[in-house]
């Protein structure tokens, strides 16, 4: 047995016994049974190799596990709720939140182990307390089944958002296309597209924005620009206003849904530089654009 395999035996160990209370061990002195008929049961099984070190009945090692869990469960329902109270400002607020989203949020949150997404969920008690209907239970169900991965997705992605006060929506500027008139119907070829994977953003990671319904599946496209007519994005401390040059203008996007919407609200995260960098690159010569810092 290699070192390697000891010690993924020894993780796994530790783990059935964080579970039920109880070590597991080897069968016999070596851990290997004959392979005869003495290594069966009586329905012709082969018997394991390993059991649980109790003497205690089924029914007891039962209760234990749940008891276990039940301890555990509140461990994290306590941390939450006193990270909850260390983000939540001295501020006037004239409603609670709902009870029963209240009742729905303990008991989707219960099993949450990991620091980060413990975090998220305070950030969300905090939210809801501050502006009652803030967070749907939809999007306590996505973050209930959401991992540490899809999570460290999201953040990446709200690096890229902008927010436009105009639909109340955040999305992620790909580009633009001039549309093409009737002389000019290749035009649209040329679209001028902006690279996210010098970001740091894969594919696979707005894939799985998709598949958690964080993002709309298909890139959408602006309404027609015509010249002079603006639009403002909102990072987390800087905004831009594009200005059209010329007319028949089209920016192309992937949008959030409201339930990326309200779950990106949880993370405070800079604009990317790179992102910023290509936006400016990109856009410079059918756009005015303008830069200025969020007070």
Same mark, same amino acid.
């Given at each position: 047995?290699?070192?390697?395999?000891?010690?993924?035996?020894?993780?796994?160990?530790?783990?059935?016994?964080?579970?039920?209370?109880?070590?597991?061990?080897?069968?016999?002195?070596?851990?290997?049974?004959?392979?005869?008929?003495?290594?069966?049961?009586?329905?012709?099984?082969?018997?394991?190799?390993?059991?649980?070190?109790?003497?205690?009945?089924?029914?007891?090692?039962?209760?234990?596990?749940?008891?276990?869990?039940?301890?555990?469960?509140?461990?994290?329902?306590?941390?939450?709720?006193?990270?909850?109270?260390?983000?939540?400002?001295?501020?006037?607020?004239?409603?609670?939140?709902?009870?029963?989203?209240?009742?729905?949020?303990?008991?989707?949150?219960?099993?949450?182990?990991?620091?980060?997404?413990?975090?998220?969920?305070?950030?969300?008690?905090?939210?809801?307390?501050?502006?009652?209907?803030?967070?749907?239970?939809?999007?306590?169900?996505?973050?209930?089944?959401?991992?540490?991965?899809?999570?460290?997705?999201?953040?990446?992605?709200?690096?890229?958002?902008?927010?436009?006060? +105009?639909?109340? =929506?955040?999305?992620?500027? *790909?580009?633009? $296309? !001039?549309?093409?008139?009737?002389? /000019?119907? %290749?035009? &649209?070829?040329?679209?001028?597209?902006?690279?996210?994977?010098?970001?740091?953003?894969?594919?696979?990671?707005?894939?799985?924005?998709?598949?958690?319904?964080?993002?709309?599946?298909?890139?959408?496209?602006?309404?027609?620009?015509?010249?002079?007519?603006?639009?403002?994005?909102?990072?987390?401390?800087?905004?831009?206003?594009? +200005?059209?040059? =010329?007319?028949?203008?089209? *920016?192309?996007? $992937? !949008?959030?849904?409201?339930?990326? /919407?309200? %779950?990106? &609200?949880?993370?405070?995260?800079?604009?990317?530089?790179?992102?910023?960098?290509?936006?400016?690159?990109?856009?410079?010569?059918?756009?005015?654009?303008?830069?200025?810092?969020?007070?």
């Amino acid at each position: 047995m290699t070192v390697k395999t000891a010690q993924a035996r020894i993780n796994l160990a530790n783990t059935i016994e964080s579970l039920l209370g109880y070590s597991i061990t080897k069968v016999g002195s070596n851990g290997v049974l004959p392979v005869n008929e003495q290594g069966y049961d009586p329905q012709g099984k082969i018997k394991p190799l390993y059991h649980i070190n109790s003497d205690n009945s089924i029914l007891a090692r039962a209760q234990k596990r749940q008891n276990l869990l039940l301890i555990k469960q509140q461990q994290n329902i306590e941390t939450i709720l006193a990270m909850a109270m260390s983000f939540c400002p001295d501020v006037t607020s004239s409603k609670r939140p709902d009870a029963d989203w209240v009742e729905h949020f303990i008991a989707l949150c219960e099993d949450t182990s990991n620091e980060s997404m413990q975090t998220l969920w305070a950030k969300i008690l905090t939210g809801e307390t501050l502006n009652p209907g803030t967070f749907s239970i939809k999007s306590l169900q996505t973050l209930k089944h959401m991992t540490q991965r899809e999570a460290d997705s999201l953040q990446k992605c709200v690096s890229l958002s902008g927010y436009n006060e +105009k639909d109340d =929506s955040h999305f992620i500027l *790909l580009g633009f $296309y !001039k549309k093409p008139s009737l002389f /000019d119907l %290749l035009r &649209k070829g040329n679209k001028v597209s902006l690279n996210l994977g010098k970001t740091g953003i894969s594919f696979p990671d707005i894939l799985t924005l998709m598949d958690l319904n964080l993002l709309y599946r298909k890139e959408i496209e602006s309404a027609v620009l015509k010249v002079g007519q603006e639009l403002t994005l909102s990072f987390l401390s800087q905004k831009v206003t594009l +200005k059209a040059k =010329s007319n028949d203008l089209v *920016l192309s996007y $992937y !949008k959030f849904t409201q339930t990326g /919407d309200e %779950l990106s &609200k949880l993370i405070k995260f800079p604009v990317n530089k790179v992102y910023k960098q290509l936006i400016n690159n990109a856009l410079e010569v059918e756009f005015d654009l303008m830069w200025h810092a969020i007070k």
